[in-house]
């Protein structure tokens, strides 16, 4: 059974960091791209960031140079560490995962980061 547990989501103030880790158990195949989708109230989910298993990693605009993701292929794990928060950064976070092998793809069951201003 395929399992993503998200961890470190949470309350921080305007300009605060948190770290949000995503662990991905069950998968027989390799991962090829983990990362990390987020979904505010009224909108649609979408990409904050991901890396491949070679370590090339692609984010959104608006986190660039704020949010760093990373990645563990031993352990299959994922980690986003969210620095110089923002309001506008409040939303659900959720973790993914993509076996190319198989062309499956997994999500966690999101994680709340709210930024208070």
């Known amino acids: 059974q395929v399992q993503l547990v998200e961890s470190g989501g949470g309350l921080v103030q305007a300009g605060g960091s948190l770290r949000l880790s995503c662990a991905a158990s069950g998968i027989i195949f390799s991962i090829d791209t983990m990362g990390w989708f987020r979904q505010a109230p009224g909108k649609q989910r979408e990409l904050v960031a991901m890396?491949?298993?070679?370590?090339?990693?692609t984010s959104v605009d608006s986190v660039k140079g704020r949010f760093t993701i990373s990645r563990d292929n031993t352990k299959n794990t994922v980690d986003l560490e969210m620095n110089s928060l923002k309001p506008e950064d409040t939303a659900v976070y959720y973790c993914y995962v993509l076996v190319r092998a198989t062309m499956t793809s997994y999500w966690g069951r999101g994680t709340q980061v709210t930024v208070s201003s």
């Open positions: 890396i491949t298993s070679g370590g090339s990693t």
